[in-house]
């Protein structure tokens, strides 16, 4: 039986400062953390992804 994640929440994020953009899945449309320069940002979208997706790919919890 898969693990139930509950929902999840595909969040895109692009910061300003350095210019970096990137994607990830989280259980909410929280704050990451910018792979380059460590910089927390907001994501500017955030998408729902129904749970037989969300079940394929590694969630951040
Ligand atoms: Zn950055």
Same mark, same amino acid.
Not at 3 to 28: I, M, P, Q
């Given at each position: 039986?898969?693990?139930?994640?509950?929902?999840?929440?595909?969040?895109?994020? $692009?910061?300003?400062? @350095? %210019?970096?953009?990137?994607?990830?899945?989280? =259980?909410?449309?929280?704050? &990451? $953390?910018?792979?380059? @320069? %460590?910089?927390?940002?907001?994501?500017?979208? =955030?998408?729902?992804?129904? &749970?037989?997706?969300?079940?394929?790919?590694?969630?951040?919890?």
């Amino acid at each position: 039986m898969a693990v139930d994640y509950g929902e999840a929440f595909l969040n895109f994020y $692009k910061h300003e400062e @350095c %210019g970096t953009r990137w994607a990830d899945l989280w =259980s909410c449309g929280c704050d &990451d $953390k910018c792979p380059k @320069c %460590g910089g927390e940002i907001e994501p500017y979208l =955030s998408l729902a992804v129904p &749970d037989i997706e969300a079940e394929m790919v590694n969630i951040h919890s």
